[in-house]
Every structure is written in structure tokens, then in C-alpha cells.
């Protein structure tokens, strides 16, 4: 129970106090912290609550022993060095209020705002607000260019100036470090009472140096993965902390003599580049992914590193020594796995491959590898891709198969059990951005290189035309409207079996016509390229040139489209076990719930293997 009680220690510091202890070297901002800076406004308020003695909510601090990057100033102060004796304290949250605070006091230098005077002014003449919606901290604390006239030209600060030249406009920082000053300037100025309004202001501002106390709460022996948690749940206006992040500011070394530098964001932004520049679709992939990547294969190839899966605890034990003995060859590897989606499989980016872990399997399978079998590898992706139980769904399934691959690299025998195939989950597959099996047929259509209706010598799936979004142009070869009006047969409308990669001048052009009209514009010359690249079966175009429909029109062409698709599966996973079953013959050909809700994947009973239907953090397995 004690440990609980003592993982939180409230405490509180004036408001010099604190910011002498930042400049010190006492508080570290850590590099996961934004840049996110305060405006003018914000600032003013900040003052005008403090001066108000209202609560600005706790500044919240991590004591740990964990070394993480720092930043090495904050609002262009230098930040003393970190303290030597194995303990840290960083800022979780208050960086924004902190750096308000700072530079509102001693001034110094913002991006954005070089040259500018940060120095905040309180006018002794305007009275605190008596009301809680009163504006009038708009006039009482002021900056710099609001207050000089340049020299008489500017005639809207003439009367600011005045004031200022005569001690009634006074900088914060001289009230808490030159009080006597001030008074002495009040005097000559001519406010001698004590009971002068100016002189009631300054000694009510300086009770805020005086008795103001800033709230922290301290953290205590919190684990990294809280912190990421405690740091997304306070920081609800800003970006969430991943554990990437946090890796980033871990595995950080700046240079210095002897020593190079190590920046991992820096070197994951720097391989992106290089990924754009060659042209590579897959540039898109996310930093956690990448992250995982070499988690996997230092977990294979870095002997005693700790790292025994790809979630939060394991990742937290990643080292610099760990990242820089696998980035050379992992990062060739990673460019091979991409090479392999986009210039053997055809897909024409991310939002195609079906399981976020292909990409660790497939990376840990070229890690240092010479001699790769494209053909299993090709042969494994289509499997997996669309076997009927979903294999590779969790981090116990993820360790499987990079066992199994590692041990086919080095000449093992890689094998396929008996593959299983639903038809009622084919004809009920819908679009989705995130359904497995929906990827996998998307997939399987990108593979055909399928070529333009209207000009058959042209791809359709160019990076322009794709552009990597979860929307790709996908149009339904028999119309929704078309078969909501003139077709008693509209259950499988939204099947992907009804879908067809086009341009969108090919699809604007059909729009919502019977397929027997729009079909006879590409029955020319080269339909036999799109028949083929389309995986369109034969009786759209015999039902074309009968000029006539069958009542079950959209059905048999579903069902004849699944078999082309069955085909080309049997082709690819020659020699392994092929079984087809058909839950809805079974079931009285009872229509399935679409693949929307395919994204919703059942676990297995356990709490420690979770999916990888978006790309979530994958809960340790045992």
C-alpha cells in the first residue's frame, strides 16, 4: 500500500523560486514536449489569474531514474546542466505556463518571434478586475510595444509612455527583484501618499512574490508506459506521447568529443527522405511501425539485449548500442520489404497490406539475408493474407512467424498448413479501411496491375491517382442506383466482388447506368487486357452481347468473380492444401454481416494477445 501512497508528493514553490530552480538545472523539459507557444493573450491572462490569487492547476513532475533528451533552453534561456546524481526531475506538464512564466519575466527569444520584447508590464493605474468576465487585464499588463511611442511618432502609446517614464507602468521582473527601485521612482515622480492608488497596486502585485505559490505534483517510481498514458490523458488540447517518443528521448546521444551523435527521430525523418526521394510509396509508414521493425530485429540479432516483443515494456528496454547494431542492415531490410510490396506484389501503398506485422515478419526475413525466396515470401503473403482464421493478429502469432522465416532463410523448410477459404466471407467483404480480408481482395485486384476501361495501355493504380489514401477511387460495376431501381437483386451491391479500380473520369463517365449500356464503350479492342486485369468473368461479357440480364444478374456475377478469385488464389499457393467451404449454402445462403465490421476481430480468450486490426500497441504477450 505505501508504494501507492508515496507514487504521489504534492508540494508547492513560489514563483521565483521555481523559475531559479529550472535555470539551475533542477527541472528538465523532455524533447517529447512541444513547441507550442502561448499567445499574448494567454500570457496576459496568466498574469491576471496569478495576480488574482486563483489556482493556475498543478505543474505536474516525473522523478526517475531514466535518462531521457532534454531540451537545452527554454524560451531561449540556457538550461543548467543535469544533475549528476543519477535522479531527474522532467516536466510532464506545465511547459507552456513555464515558459510563459520565464520569458514574461526575464524576457528572452521565441521561434517566430526573434527581436521581439517578451517582457511583460503591469500598469499601476488600471485597477485588478472586479468581475470575472471584466477585460481590463487587456490594459493593466502590457508588453513593450505597446508602451513605446517611438519618439512621439506613435501617438496611441504617447499617454503609456508617460505613465512608463513616470513609474507607473513597472515590469514584473522589477517587482520581484527591484522593489525598492520602483518606489523610489513612484516618489519622484510625485506619488508620495501611501495611500496613492499606484502605491496600493504595487505592494498588492508584490504580495504575488511574496505569498503566490505554484502546485506540483510529483511522480514516483511510475513506470514508461504509465507515463505515456498519464501524459495523453493531461494533455488532452496536444498531441498524445507514444512510446516512440519516449524511445527518442532515451536512446538520445548528443555529440562530443570522441562520441557521435544519435537522434533516432532525426534518423527516421532522414531514411523517410530517402524513401520519397526513390519514389517509394510506403514513405508513409508510421515511426512506431519502423520502431517495431528494429525491436524485432534486435530481439534476433542483438544477443542479451532484454528485448523479447515489439509492446511498450520490451520497447522501453531499447538501447542506442541495440539501434545502432541493427539500423544499417535493418534499414536495407526494411527497404527490401517495401520493394517487395510495391515492385512484386503491385500494391500501390500501405493502406493495402492487410496485417500491420507483414512488415516485421517480411523485414526480420531480409534482415541479413542474401538470398531470398521471393516465391515464399510471395506465396506467404497471399496465405495469410486471405486464409479464413486470422494468424497473424497478435504478438504470440508475430513471434511464430518470425521464427519460422528465420529458420527458412537459413534452409528450413517453411510449412503450410492445410489453407481455408469461406466464400460467404469473400461475397460479404465491403470496403473498409481497416478490414483484414477487405485489404487482402484489394490487394489481390492492385496485384493485376489492372489497366484503365477506357484506355486499356494505361494503369490505373499510379501514384497520382492513389495517392496512399483510405479512399481509393472504387467503382461498383453494377451501379448502386441502377440496381436499387431496375434489379431485384441488390444484396451484394457493396461486396468488393461488385468493385473495380477506374479512373475518375472512366467511373464519372459511367455513373449510374446499366452495365449492358456502358460495357458496349469498352467491348473494343484491349477488353481483353481488362477482363484480365480485372479478374471480370466471361458472363458479364456474353450478357453484354445477348443485350439481356438475368433476373440474378449481380449474384451470378458475384459468384462467377469469386471464382476467378479462388483461381488465381489456387495458382499462388500451388502445392498447399486448398479446402473452399461455403458457410452460406449451409445457412440457406443467408446474407453475412459486411467487412465493416471485419475490423472487429474476436480474441481468442486471452487478455494478452490483442490485434493488429489498426496498428494498436499489441498487449505483451506471455
Avoid at 523532455?30 to 496568466?46: E, I, N
Avoid at 460467404?424 to 480480408?437: D, V
Avoid at 484503365?452 to 497520382?464: F, G, I, K, S
Wanted: proline fraction near 4%; glycine fraction near 6%; include cysteine.
Amino acid at each position: 500500500m505505501n508504494s501507492h501512497v508515496d507514487r504521489i508528493k504534492p508540494d508547492s514553490y513560489g514563483i521565483t523560486t521555481y523559475l531559479e530552480r529550472l535555470q539551475r538545472g533542477q527541472y528538465q523539459i523532455p524533447t517529447f514536449q512541444r513547441d507550442v507557444v502561448w499567445g499574448r493573450d494567454r500570457v496576459k491572462r496568466l498574469w491576471d489569474s496569478i495576480s488574482s490569487f486563483y489556482p493556475l492547476g498543478s505543474i505536474l513532475v516525473w522523478r526517475t531514474d531514466t535518462r531521457l533528451q532534454n531540451h537545452r533552453e527554454i524560451g531561449g534561456h540556457p538550461l543548467g546542466d543535469v544533475p549528476g546524481d543519477g535522479e531527474y526531475l522532467y516536466l510532464l506538464d506545465g511547459q507552456q505556463r513555464t515558459t510563459a512564466l520565464l520569458t514574461s519575466m526575464y524576457g528572452g527569444s521565441i521561434k517566430g518571434r526573434e527581436g521581439a520584447n517578451l517582457q511583460l508590464y503591469v500598469d499601476l493605474t488600471v485597477e485588478e478586475a472586479d468581475e470575472v468576465e471584466d477585460e481590463s487585464w487587456r490594459e493593466r499588463f502590457l508588453f513593450w510595444d505597446e508602451i513605446d511611442d517611438r519618439d512621439g511618432t506613435l501617438l496611441r502609446n504617447l499617454g503609456r509612455k508617460k505613465r512608463y517614464d513616470e513609474g507607473l507602468i513597472v515590469r514584473i521582473e522589477d517587482i520581484a527583484h527591484r522593489y525598492s527601485d520602483l518606489e523610489r521612482k513612484l516618489v519622484d515622480g510625485g506619488h508620495r501618499e501611501y495611500d496613492d492608488p499606484a502605491w496600493q497596486q504595487l505592494r498588492d502585485f508584490r504580495q504575488v512574490f511574496d505569498n503566490y505559490k505554484l502546485s506540483f505534483i510529483e511522480l514516483r517510481g511510475i513506470e514508461v508506459a504509465e507515463v505515456c498514458q498519464i501524459f495523453e490523458r493531461i494533455n488532452q488540447a496536444g498531441q498524445p506521447l507514444s512510446m516512440f517518443d519516449i524511445v527518442v528521448a532515451k536512446t538520445f546521444r548528443p555529440e562530443d568529443d570522441g562520441a557521435t551523435g544519435f537522434y533516432l527521430r532525426g534518423l527516421f525523418e532522414g531514411f523517410r527522405r530517402e524513401l520519397e526521394a526513390a519514389g517509394s510509396r510506403f514513405a508513409a509508414v508510421d515511426d512506431m511501425t519502423l520502431l517495431q521493425i528494429l525491436a524485432v530485429l534486435v530481439r534476433d540479432s542483438v544477443p542479451d539485449s532484454g528485448v523479447q516483443n515489439i509492446t511498450d515494456r520490451y520497447l522501453n528496454a531499447l538501447r542506442t548500442e541495440h539501434l545502432e547494431a541493427v539500423w544499417s542492415q535493418g534499414t536495407r531490410a526494411i527497404r527490401k520489404t517495401f520493394d517487395f510490396f510495391d515492385n512484386h506484389l503491385h500494391l500501390p501503398g500501405p493502406a493495402l497490406v492487410p496485417y500491420r506485422y507483414f512488415y516485421m515478419t517480411i523485414a526480420a526475413y531480409f534482415h541479413e539475408n542474401d538470398n531470398p525466396d521471393y516465391n515464399l515470401l510471395t506465396k506467404y503473403f497471399w496465405y495469410y493474407s486471405f486464409h479464413n482464421y486470422d494468424l497473424l493478429s497478435n504478438t504470440t502469432h508475430l513471434r511464430d512467424h518470425v521464427v519460422r522465416l528465420r529458420d527458412a532463410k537459413d534452409g528450413a523448410d517453411f510449412e503450410f498448413d492445410r489453407f481455408l477459404m469461406d466464400k460467404q466471407q469473400l461475397r460479404a467483404t465491403s470496403y473498409s479501411a481497416r478490414g483484414r480480408l477487405s485489404r487482402a481482395v484489394l490487394a489481390m485486384y492492385a496485384n493485376q496491375n489492372p489497366v484503365d476501361w477506357a484506355h486499356p495501355d494505361r494503369p490505373v493504380l499510379t501514384e497520382v491517382y492513389y495517392e496512399l489514401t483510405d479512399n481509393p477511387n472504387l467503382h461498383h460495376i453494377f451501379p448502386l442506383d441502377f440496381c436499387d431501381k431496375e434489379l431485384n437483386d441488390s444484396r451484394w451491391v457493396n461486396s468488393l466482388l461488385n468493385i473495380a479500380y477506374l479512373t475518375q473520369m472512366t467511373n464519372l463517365h459511367i455513373s449510374n447506368r446499366n452495365p449492358l449500356d456502358y460495357m458496349r464503350d469498352y467491348m473494343g479492342v484491349g477488353y481483353d487486357d481488362i477482363k484480365r486485369t480485372h479478374l471480370l468473368p466471361e458472363s458479364l461479357s456474353e450478357w453484354v452481347s445477348d443485350e439481356d440480364l438475368p433476373e440474378d444478374a449481380l449474384s451470378s456475377f458475384v459468384e462467377d468473380r469469386l471464382g476467378l478469385i479462388l483461381s488465381k488464389l489456387r495458382e499462388l499457393l500451388s502445392d498447399i492444401a486448398f479446402e473452399v467451404i461455403d458457410t452460406g449454402a449451409q445457412m440457406g445462403d443467408t446474407e453475412y454481416p459486411n467487412d465493416a465490421d471485419d475490423d472487429e476481430y474476436v480474441l481468442d480468450g486471452s487478455t494478452d494477445q490483442l490485434d493488429d486490426r489498426d496498428g494498436a500497441e499489441a498487449v505483451e504477450s506471455a
